[in-house]
């Protein structure tokens, strides 16, 4: 059952001097399945932050739709936003956005917070979710004190604890050492098992190699997309190295 439906997605962007325009994105259509775990990857400049800032509700689009559940998000009113991204987004971080005067718990808890969700509700779901990424020894500590690697994995519990439609990443293993990443990359894995959409926006063939399918965005279009399917990661590493190739070289994809 598709979650998430992109159609006709055009955002262009007005410059201050001359009346200029910016074509950010120029025909984005594209669909993401309930419990998919989709890679979205290109070249600086190239969109993917534009579509990952529409799908988050951050920006609005110049035309085109966005439909999660059947419901097209780009027309919520300003008042009801921040409300629908607590009630439909979790969202990972390349710089984590944990609040340094907060404790880890309290960083988990703000989301549900802001919903006024009950505290015995929040406690609830903070033990189930400590237990599983193994954090209960972490919660009284604050960001400044652990290391890239658990703060990330904090995140990646904040992105959780509202049980969110989708979760949207955006360069999630960027501040990250190689053992920090594979650790997030196995995380993402095992939640994504359980039934979680994941979208995320990458610039590491490691880390888009880990999810069952690519998008490639070229000049603000989608470009090449890679099923999975049976593949092994290194494989489909492979196949992602082609086919950034083949956009570098600007040539038109052809299997």
């Known amino acids: 059952m598709e979650i998430l439906n992109v159609n006709n997605l055009k955002k262009v962007y007005s410059t201050r001097f001359q009346g200029n325009t910016v074509t950010a994105l120029s025909n984005v259509s594209f669909s993401v399945e309930d419990g998919e775990y989709v ?53 990972v971080f390349q710089d984590f956005n944990l609040l340094d005067t907060f404790n880890l718990k309290d960083n988990i808890f703000l989301p549900l917070v802001l919903a006024n969700t009950k505290y015995e509700i929040m406690e609830s779901r903070l033990n189930k979710i400590a237990k599983q990424f193994e954090i209960h020894a972490l919660l009284n500590k604050y960001p400044y004190e652990v290391s890239g690697g658990e703060k990330q994995r904090v995140a990646v519990c904040r992105a959780l604890i509202t049980n969110p439609r989708i979760i949207l990443a955006d360069e999630p293993t960027g501040a990250l050492d190689s053992r920090s990443s594979d650790n997030l990359l196995n995380i993402f894995n095992d939640i994504n098992k359980t039934g979680q959409t994941i979208l995320m926006v990458t610039h590491s063939t490691k880390a888009a190699a880990s999810a069952s399918r690519v998008l490639f965005i070229k000049d603000g279009e989608v470009y090449h997309q890679i099923y999975k399917g049976a593949m092994s990661n290194s494989e489909m590493y492979e196949k992602i190295n082609d086919t950034l190739v083949s956009m570098a070289k600007g040539s038109d994809y052809h299997e």
Do not use: Q, Y
């Not at 534009?50 to 008042?79: F, Q």
């Open 39 to 91: 890679a979205i990857m290109g070249e600086s400049g190239s969109g993917k932050s534009t579509l990952l800032n529409i799908l988050a509700s951050l920006d609005k689009p110049t035309s085109g739709e966005v439909l999660l559940d059947g419901n097209n998000i780009t027309k919520i009113k300003e008042k009801d936003i921040s409300k629908f991204r607590r009630d439909n987004l979790g969202f």
